[in-house]
Each structure stands twice: as C-alpha cells, then as structure tokens.
C-alpha cells in the first residue's frame, strides 16, 4: 500500500451535524419542511446525484438553487471552527512516516475543503485535493477517488479510501482501493459489511488493524 484518499466531511471532520444545520437553513428560507429520509440519502453525494435526490423528495424546488446556497451555508459555518474527528491526527502522522500520498476526495467544493484544512491545521498533509466539481458523476460513482488515484501516481489497488458514507463506500470499493469505513450518522447495511475491506467505528481502531497487517 503506497497511498491513502480521505474524505472529508463526517470523516475528517464531524461536519455532517453543519451540513443538518445548512439544510435547516434552506428550508427556512424557502419554506419546505426536511425530510430525513432525503438527508439520510444526500450523505456523501454531490453533484447531478445530489440534485436529483433533491428534485425527488422537493420537486418544487430548484434543486440548482438549493445544492448552491446549502454550501454557502455550511461555509459559512465552518469558516470559524471545524471540529476534527478523533483518530485524524494519529492516522495521518502515520500514514507520513511511512512515506504515503495523501489526498482528500470530497464531494465539497474546494474553497470549503481548503478552508477546513486551514482551520483545522491539516493542510500541509495533503499532497493532492480532489473535488466534486473535478469529474463529471459524483459518488457513489467511482470517478473521484479514480482521479486522485491519478494524481498521486498510484494504482487503485495500493490505496486505502476511507469514508463514512455508503454512496463513498460504494465509489471506493468500485473504484477498486481497499475501502475503510467509519461510519458517522449512517450505519452501515449488509452491502457494506461484505464489500468494505473494514469497517471500525474510529480512525484510531483503523490505525491499529492496518499496523497489525502491515
């Protein structure tokens, strides 16, 4: 393994609760009420996957309108404190020692992953940054975690991707990288259980299984 690729919200950092509060702040303003059927499905996706989950659950909405003003919010929240994930420190001073690429795929657009990394401290980490808005289907299609396969001039196969979503897992996994998940407000599903090379409920206890196997 020569590589690892992080996503970015809910599994660097605990901003799925921002992202709860962005989607609370839409509905205010355009006056519908949430559903947490559609947030619970929205986790990890961007992008054309984004808006047409959007236009199913609020099909008098203008999904367009909504995608932009719910980064806007969550920026703006964000822009004074992120709150890292445990394990996010140790996993990465590791992953460094050993000499890994890093990289952030998120499906965020990438002022707001550039501002987390600055607010957080984890910017100098990271030696590439993919966004959603780089490749043309979003997660859980494969194609970011692809690019920053790419970028870092590593095959799939010598990545670990680590995710909490299932729409990540499932780009991971058909991305062809050795998929870790660490589950946030979704739990994972059978699906998950048999295609995910692990599953642990923090990146410390990710750390310690991958020091064991190496």
């Not at 703006?76 to 890994?100: A, M, N, Q, T, W």
């Not at 590593?154 to 979503?165: L, N, R, T």
Request: overall charge negative; charged content about 25%; hydrophobic content about 40%.
């Amino acid at each position: 393994m020569k590589a690892a690729i992080f996503d970015m919200d809910g599994l660097l950092f605990d901003s799925e609760l921002i992202f709860d509060r962005a989607w609370q702040m839409n509905a205010d303003n355009h006056g519908f009420v949430l559903n947490p059927k559609m947030q619970e499905e929205l986790r990890g996706c961007s992008g054309v996957v984004m808006r047409n989950i959007v236009n199913r659950y609020l099909p008098n909405q203008d999904a367009f309108v909504l995608q932009k003003e719910l980064f806007e919010n969550a920026l703006s929240l964000e822009r004074e404190y992120v709150p890292v994930k445990p394990g996010v420190f140790e996993i990465l001073d590791y992953f460094k020692s050993e000499d890994f690429k890093l990289a952030v795929a998120s499906s965020s657009p990438q002022d707001m992953i550039e501002n987390n990394l600055r607010v957080s401290r984890l910017e100098t980490y990271f030696d590439v940054i993919v966004n959603g808005s780089e490749v043309s289907k979003g997660k859980p299609n494969p194609d970011i975690f692809l690019l920053a396969c790419e970028r870092v001039g590593v095959c799939p196969e010598e990545c670990y991707v680590f995710e909490d979503a299932r729409a990540g897992v499932a780009a991971g996994v058909a991305a062809g990288c050795k998929t870790i998940m660490i589950p946030d407000l979704v739990q994972p599903t059978i699906i998950e259980k048999e295609t995910a090379y692990g599953i642990y409920d923090d990146l410390n206890l990710a750390l310690e299984d991958i020091k064991k196997k190496r």
